[in-house]
């Protein structure tokens, strides 16, 4: 299906692409960006029916003929977006693939046959994005409401109202997953009927007491469906009104509406489904475990009416790119710092140290902004992972002080952050990992698990400043007003650098509750001293440091056994 308006593009107009790589279809959308207005409309979208989620009976490996189709896919829309002039390719891959255990070869041989970098997003993350993508299409006003998005692999439950999403849920439950599990028999017999309308009340009852947890007392919400299946029950439905609407965003159903369409469609074989004008054939196989997840949800949450939204995953797309290139006015505003707050409220959860991570991340950034050419050749694209990392770089300390930058890795890639994709997440947890002790090796699974060559250069880079950050906190307060960097030789080829750093007045040393002496900074130096042959190893710079009577000794906890030790440095 092929939706396209023709446009007179303003001159300072953007466009983008977003592909969602689904269990069921691939989804293309072209968007238009009017920076002026922070709004996008749709050029183009476009879906094709590729069956991702037909995976292999005893592997459950992604199928050759399921891959093959992809790839032809793909190809097209990647070729079709660029014929659009879009400056980015947007992409998320869901519940088939990130369940496949062949699913990360898939995204590997799509970056090197076809270019494409795609994101592979956790179920928590594509609920978040179904909500950008519904918020960007409905007024929500003061009313919060209830997201259900039935997908062919998982099913995404939000509550959110116009201010943010309070709860995001993801069940592994689907209209491709249920279809080939339980639907052999179709029509399907009223003892089968009966047991997949509990197997789906059993999935669905911890998302569904997520979401009414987060409801406050007498709160109302209103239910919002999206994607394949809301959009065919809608279909049916609207083609039997008197007047049926142009368009099916915002289009109501009852819940009675509904009970009769389903128990409709459950008597009907798959060929007398696929002669129902609103229903394509690949639709008529999985409408109705779709269709019993719909009603199952409606039933448990007790909704009374159904608005269908036309919006979902692939505008989401559209709107977190839109924030993360501060493209949208003051309505998402509360969206565009979700990376930071599930950032800090994983800090909170592991107990650490705001005060002390505030300082590390401010010295980290002080860092990048000044070390472009010498430590890092980041374009920007890595500024907020340092941030997240320096934020969460001593949560090990929850688990065990000794090696706790291990413990970290493990705390950050296992927890949740929401806005961050799969790969974005994980070197945000590698930059925290290496922040002490070793340099990356090759046998590290932290390591190994960031296959982009590119990712891997930012990641060993924004460790090293992180590293610097990091030796500059030692103390409970801190004694650090300002610190510069010097490059040493021409910037195009420096042989070293130096590192100055101003102590705060001793007024405000004395008003945090430190001796006036503590503005001397030889500890720092003595710190930042230990790191100088980690520097060397990693980047082949100098780095020099003010003369300090205890530049020559090394701190506690540095990491080092003695002075010089290169090779002490990278043995943890």
């Known amino acids: 299906m092929v939706q396209s308006s023709a446009v007179v593009r303003p001159v300072a107009e953007r466009r983008v692409a977003a592909i969602d790589i ?9 968007a238009a960006i009017d920076p002026a207005l922070h709004s996008f409309s749709v050029v183009l979208a476009e879906k094709s029916t590729t069956r991702l989620g037909e995976r292999d009976p005893d592997t459950g490996d992604l199928s050759a003929d399921a891959i093959e189709r992809a790839f032809r896919t793909l190809r097209h829309c990647r070729d079709l977006a660029a014929s659009h002039g879009v400056e980015q390719i947007v992409t998320a891959a869901t519940s088939a693939v990130r369940e496949a255990p062949n699913g990360r ?6 970056q090197e046959q076809l270019d494409l970098d795609v994101d592979l997003v ?25 997201i259900l998005d039935i997908g062919g692999g998982s099913t995404e439950l939000v509550l959110a109202d116009g201010r943010d999403a ?25 003892p089968r009927r009966t047991f997949l309308q509990a197997y789906i009340q059993g999935a669905l009852d911890p998302a569904v007491a997520q979401v009414k947890r987060a409801l406050k007392s007498g709160e109302c919400p209103v239910m919002v469906g999206t994607s394949g299946t809301a959009m065919a029950l809608a279909a049916l439905a609207a083609a039997e009104d008197p007047k049926p609407p142009l368009k099916l965003g915002g289009y109501r159903l009852s819940r009675e509406r509904i009970d009769q369409l389903v128990e409709r469609l459950l008597l009907l074989t798959p060929e007398q489904r696929r002669a129902l004008a609103p229903i394509n054939d690949r639709r008529a196989e999985i409408i109705v475990p779709g269709s019993l997840i719909l009603q199952t949800a409606m039933t448990m949450l007790g909704a009374k009416e159904l608005v269908v939204c036309e919006r979902a995953l692939r505008e989401g797309l559209i709107v977190d790119w839109m924030l993360r290139n501060d493209l949208l006015g003051d309505r998402f505003a509360f969206q565009s710092t ?59 300390k929850h688990i065990n002080i000794a090696a706790y930058h291990k413990h970290t890795w493990y705390l950050i890639r296992h927890g949740e952050l929401l806005g961050y994709s799969e790969t974005e997440h994980l070197m945000v947890a590698a930059m925290a990992r290496y922040h002490r ?15 982009g060559r590119q990712e891997r250069r930012t990641v060993a880079s924004l460790s090293l400043v992180l590293r610097l950050a990091a030796a500059l906190d030692r103390r409970p307060e801190g004694v650090i007003a300002a610190l510069q960097v010097h490059p040493e030789g021409p910037r195009s080829n ?42 060397k190893e990693a980047t082949g710079l100098q780095m020099r440091l003010p003369a300090s009577p205890a530049a020559g000794m090394m701190p506690i906890g540095s990491g080092l056994t003695q002075p010089g030790s290169a090779a002490a440095a990278v043995a943890g």
């Open 338 to 396: 979700i990376r930071e707050r599930t950032v800090l409220h994983l800090a909170r959860n592991y107990g650490v140290d705001a005060g002390r991570a505030d300082r590390v991340a401010s010295h980290a950034l002080s860092l990048y902004d000044q070390t472009y050419g010498l430590l890092h050749h980041d374009e920007g694209e890595g500024r907020l992972l340092l941030w997240a990392a320096a934020q969460l770089h001593t949560c090990g």
């Open 166 to 190: 309070r709860a995001l849920t993801s069940t592994r439950i689907g209209a491709v997953r249920l279809q080939r599990e339980f639907c052999q028999q179709d029509p399907l017999s009223e």
């Open 494 to 535: 420096p042989s070293g650098f130096r590192v100055s750093l101003q102590p705060l007045p001793s007024s405000e040393v004395q008003a945090s509750g430190e001796a006036p002496a503590a503005a001397d900074l030889s500890l720092e130096y003595w710190s930042l001293q230990a790191c100088t042959d980690v520097v």
């Open 22 to 30: 689904g269990t069921n279809s691939i989804h293309l959308l072209i």
């Open 105 to 110: 070869d898939f995204l590997l041989a799509l």
């Open 122 to 146: 956790s179920g928590p993350e594509e609920a978040r994005l179904i909500y950008l993508g519904v918020v960007s299409g409905m007024a929500f006003g003061e009313t919060p409401h209830w």
């Open 437 to 451: 002790r070793g340099l990356p090796k090759k046998r590290h699974e932290s390591w190994q698990l960031i296959e």
